[in-house]
């Protein structure tokens, strides 16, 4: 919690619920990007929170953008950013959406597939494509599974297509998973990728983009490694695998740009118990899966939660959401430990949800409205 966060809560005492952002965190992590991976361009992921003070923000400071729709190209454009500042990171967008972006002067586009190369070739002619590779996931607590990306193998047929049908085949990207702990993660996806680089350079082809993609994690419960320790290692990755003729790398950053940055204002909405000789309580918050916590899905992501009667005696509870949806539980597998004092009406703050919150909230699921966002 900030300084500037807690003024704000107090001093305007905004309805429950609502997020709560402060751009002072965002500019110091896209400064830390900066300072640590200096040789790597920034595309903050837009879908981590595309609140307009925070892209024109990282805009001004010289940030680019990694799109997954027009709209989102659009929001980023408004910044005042170039096309030229824009990727159309998505690898599955509908052919009139690759036209529309390259109506717009997008001309950087990924894809992992040779359908997916066709589109961009017909749509978005001479534009620049880099192709998904698959990655394990492993160590990451929101793994991205295997829907995107495609074996290295296939890769090479990809790029080579791109090429034949007048495309620039400009490089390769992945995405480690996120909110990836490990540091180490993007050493054997980098070694992959030098190989891809060595067989295009066989057919003729030299690539020349290298895009290591998001996963940097934010703080939760637990420490996480440092922004700096991050850099060291992908740069020592970068040195191992591509020597002295490392290509031009992009980062594409969300959850670490602007996770920290949030709060979520909530209320106790209810304390109950199922029958009386039950050992737990179940608390009922005024915001859950559909008012913007959807990373609780599988309790995967876990929320450093504050009240003002931490320091009583604590014990564990299911806590859960507001809506009529039997999904609508956050923590029950692993209940979560709150004071026992804890009584209906009750402020809860709920930390490090600056990223893939607002986004995440459902427009009127029983009538409650979107997560509302203040940005100081
Ligand atoms: C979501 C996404 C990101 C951001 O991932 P984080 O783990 O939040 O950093 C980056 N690149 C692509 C292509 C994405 O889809």
């Given at each position: 919690?900030?300084?500037?966060?807690?003024d704000?809560?107090?001093?305007?005492?905004?309805a429950?619920?609502c997020?709560?952002v402060?751009?002072?965190?965002?500019?110091?992590?896209?400064?830390?990007?900066?300072?640590?991976?200096p040789?790597?361009?920034?595309?903050?992921?837009?879908?981590?929170?595309?609140?307009?003070?925070?892209?024109?923000?990282?805009s001004?400071?010289?940030?680019?953008?990694?799109?997954a729709?027009?709209?989102?190209?659009e929001?980023?454009?408004?910044t005042?950013?170039?096309?030229?500042r824009?990727?159309?990171g998505?690898?599955?967008?509908?052919e009139?959406?690759?036209a529309?972006?390259h109506?717009?002067?997008?001309s950087?586009f990924?894809?992992?597939?040779?359908?997916e190369?066709?589109?961009?070739?017909?749509?978005?002619?001479?534009?620049?494509?880099?192709?998904?590779i698959?990655?394990?996931?492993?160590?990451?607590?929101?793994?991205l599974?295997?829907?995107?990306?495609?074996?290295?193998?296939?890769?090479?047929?990809?790029?080579a297509?791109a090429?034949?049908l007048?495309?620039?085949?400009a490089g390769?990207?992945?995405?480690?998973?996120s909110q990836?702990?490990?540091?180490?993660?993007?050493?054997?996806?980098?070694?992959e990728?030098?190989?891809?680089?060595?067989?295009?350079?066989?057919e003729g082809?030299q690539?020349?983009?290298?895009?290591?993609?998001?996963?940097?994690?934010?703080?939760?419960?637990?420490?996480?490694p440092?922004?700096?320790?991050?850099g060291?290692?992908?740069?020592?990755?970068?040195?191992?695998?591509?020597?002295n003729?490392?290509?031009?790398?992009?980062i594409e950053?969300?959850r670490?740009?602007?996770?920290?940055?949030?709060?979520?204002r909530?209320?106790v909405?209810?304390?109950?118990?199922?029958s009386?000789?039950?050992?737990?309580r179940?608390?009922?918050?005024?915001?859950?899966?559909?008012?913007?916590?959807?990373?609780?899905?599988?309790?995967?992501?876990?929320y450093?939660?504050?009240?003002?009667?931490?320091?009583?005696?604590?014990?564990?509870?299911?806590?859960?959401g507001?809506?009529?949806?039997?999904?609508d539980?956050?923590?029950e597998?692993?209940?979560?430990?709150?004071?026992?004092?804890?009584?209906?009406?009750?402020?809860?703050?709920?930390?490090?949800?600056g990223?893939?919150?607002?986004?995440?909230?459902?427009?009127?699921?029983?009538?409650?409205?979107?997560?509302?966002?203040?940005?100081?």
């Open positions: 919690m900030t300084n500037r966060i807690r704000f809560l107090r001093t305007r005492q905004p429950s619920p997020l709560v402060d751009l002072d965190v965002v500019r110091a992590n896209f400064n830390a990007f900066r300072a640590f991976l040789d790597s361009d920034v595309f903050y992921a837009v879908k981590a929170n595309p609140a307009p003070e925070v892209l024109s923000m990282l001004a400071l010289g940030s680019n953008f990694d799109c729709s027009v709209r989102e190209i929001m980023a454009l408004d005042g950013a170039d096309a030229e824009i990727s159309f998505n690898t599955i967008k509908k009139a959406d690759i529309r972006a109506a717009l002067g997008v950087l990924a894809v992992d597939c040779v359908e190369v066709e589109k961009v070739a017909r749509a978005a002619p001479a534009a620049r494509v880099f192709c998904r698959l990655t394990d996931g492993k160590g990451a607590e929101w793994p599974s295997r829907k995107f990306g495609c074996v290295p193998e296939m890769a090479v047929r990809v790029l297509t090429h034949e007048g495309l620039r085949a390769v990207s992945f995405h480690v998973g990836m702990t490990d540091a180490d993660a993007w050493d054997s996806a980098i070694g990728a030098k190989r891809i680089f060595d067989a295009m350079s066989e082809v690539l020349d983009l290298l895009n290591l993609g998001g996963g940097f994690p934010t703080r939760y419960l637990r420490d996480v440092s922004t700096e320790e991050y060291n290692r992908i740069m020592a990755a970068l040195r191992r695998h591509f020597g003729m490392i290509p031009r790398t992009i950053p969300g670490g740009m602007v996770g920290n940055s949030g709060i979520i909530s209320e909405v209810l304390v109950s118990k199922k009386d000789d039950d050992a737990f179940w608390v009922f918050l005024d915001i859950g899966k559909f008012g913007g916590l959807a990373e609780t899905m599988d309790e995967a992501i876990r450093p939660i504050r009240t003002a009667r931490d320091g009583d005696d604590i014990g564990e509870c299911v806590l859960a507001p809506t009529c949806d039997s999904a539980v956050m923590y597998r692993n209940m979560y430990p709150l004071p026992l004092s804890l009584r209906v009406g009750d402020e809860v703050l709920i930390e490090g949800t990223a893939y919150t607002t986004t995440y909230s459902a427009v009127a699921f029983n009538g409650f409205e979107p997560l509302r966002t203040y940005v100081i």
